[in-house]
Each structure stands twice: as C-alpha cells, then as structure tokens.
C-alpha cells in the first residue's frame, strides 16, 4: 500500500469510527442515544488506534494534516510529501463521513435536531467565542502532537504500540474537549462538514461555515507550537 493510499484508508477508518460514535449517541431511534460524553471520548481513542494499527506501517499513519505540518515544522517529515498527505487524509475524512450519512440513514429523518446532526460530522463550540474557541483548539492540538513526539520517543511507550496514542486521545478528550468538542484535525473537521454541506440529509441546517476556521486554523498553529516546543525542551 502507498503512503497516499494509507492515509486516505486510515482517515477514513479515523472517521467512520468517531463520527459513528456521534451519530450513534445523537441521532434518534440509535440503541446507544444519550450514552454520553465518556462513550464519544473513549470510542474515539479507539478510533484514532484502530485506524492508527491499520496503517501505520505503511505511511506513519499521521491522519492528521495539523500533524504532518507540525512533523515537517521541526524536520521530521519531508515537506515535499506535505500536500499529497494532506490530499489523502482529506479525501479520506469525506469518505469516513459519507459511510457514516450511509450507516445511519434511517435515522436522519427521525432526528429533528438539525445542530445535533450536524454534531455528527463536525465540531463546534459550547459557547461562541473566537478568541477562547481558537485558544482552545491550539493548546489541545499541541498537548497532542508533544504527547506523540513524546510517546514515540520512549522506548517503554513505543513498546506498547498505538495503545498510549489512544490514552492521549481520551485525556485530551476528557480534559480539554468540552469547549470546542476537540476538533484537533482540520480533516476531521473541514471534510466531514463538506459531506454534510453536500449530502442529501433530510431535514438538515447550514454547516456552520462561519465557525469551520478555527477547528482547522488552530489545530495548525497548535500542531507546530507543541512540535517546535517537544523539539525546544525534550530533544538532547
């Protein structure tokens, strides 16, 4: 499998898991309605490690476009391989999220609540607020790319494979996710919101486009501030 294909597959893997988390918790008639916020964080630690385990031997398994720029920032990944990475996980985010309007599509029409469907493609904020909104998503993007940079680094935590990737997940999720719902990934977040801009789903509003910038704008930023820290602080 090519870098390109691995991404595109794992991203989709990424999204079909943890926006069907969403949906099953959201959406009416689902057997797991009103599960919870602890169901939404864990199911997408797994999430990230299922999709992570599936193809990281064949491109590093970044699924992240925050990720791979904040890696390339500090020489870590070649730039040049940047846009075609980013291509990939985009395309496949789009593809995660039109599996999930697919798996769930008898329940977009018993659903009433057009924000809670759109809750299943994307995220947004407890409370508006640009300032605290992007604040927000950068300092969980950089806790996640530090916590990578350092996990990977760590013989005893590179052992255990993908397992404290997904620890890091449910933490950042518990600790820091309840204001933003936690985008940390422009490809979670920009393509699932282009699928629910674009796909027939019944009874649905806008896509927020007036929010879209800061799940993808603050990842970006937070991506290479933990990178370049990790690399200021950690490295020898």
């Known amino acids: 499998?090519?870098?390109?294909?691995?991404?595109?597959?794992?991203?989709?893997?990424?999204?079909?898991l943890g926006d069907g988390v969403v949906a099953n918790v959201l959406l009416n008639k689902s057997k797991a309605q009103n599960a919870g916020w602890i169901v939404i964080t864990l199911a997408w630690a797994f999430a990230v490690m299922m999709a992570a385990t599936a193809?990281?031997?064949?491109?590093?398994?970044?699924?992240?476009?925050?990720?791979t720029i904040g890696?390339?920032?500090?020489?870590?990944?070649?730039?040049?391989?940047?846009?075609?990475?980013?291509?990939?996980?985009?395309?496949?985010?789009?593809?995660?999220?039109?599996l999930v309007y697919l798996f769930f599509l008898p329940h977009w029409k018993e659903t009433e609540d057009k924000g809670a469907k759109l809750a299943v493609f994307c995220t947004g904020p407890a409370i508006y607020s640009v300032p605290n909104n992007l604040f927000s998503e950068i300092v969980?993007?950089?806790?996640?790319?530090?916590?990578?940079?350092?996990i990977g680094a760590n013989p005893w935590a590179a052992g255990l494979g993908t397992?404290?990737?997904?620890?890091?997940?449910?933490?950042?999720?518990?600790?820091?996710?309840?204001?933003?719902?936690?985008?940390?990934?422009?490809?979670?977040?920009?393509?699932?919101r282009i699928a629910h801009a674009v796909l027939p789903i019944?009874?649905?509003?806008?896509?927020?486009?007036?929010?879209?910038?800061?799940?993808?704008v603050g990842p970006i930023i937070g991506a290479v501030a933990g990178a370049l820290f990790y690399a200021t602080f950690f490295v020898k």
């Open 71 to 98: 890696l390339a920032a500090i020489g870590k990944f070649p730039w040049e391989q940047v846009p075609s990475y980013i291509a990939a996980q985009m395309i496949g985010g789009f593809i995660g999220a039109v």
């Open 202 to 216: 019944a009874g649905k509003g806008g896509s927020d486009w007036g929010y879209s910038w800061i799940p993808v």
């Open 163 to 192: 397992f404290p990737v997904a620890v890091l997940i449910a933490v950042l999720g518990m600790s820091l996710g309840g204001t933003t719902g936690y985008a940390l990934n422009p490809a979670r977040d920009l393509a699932p």
């Open 1 to 16: 499998m090519s870098p390109f294909m691995g991404e595109l597959i794992g991203t989709a893997i990424l999204i079909l």
């Open 55 to 67: 193809v990281g031997q064949y491109s590093g398994a970044h699924l992240n476009p925050a990720l």
């Open 140 to 150: 969980a993007t950089a806790m996640l790319v530090l916590g990578i940079l350092a």
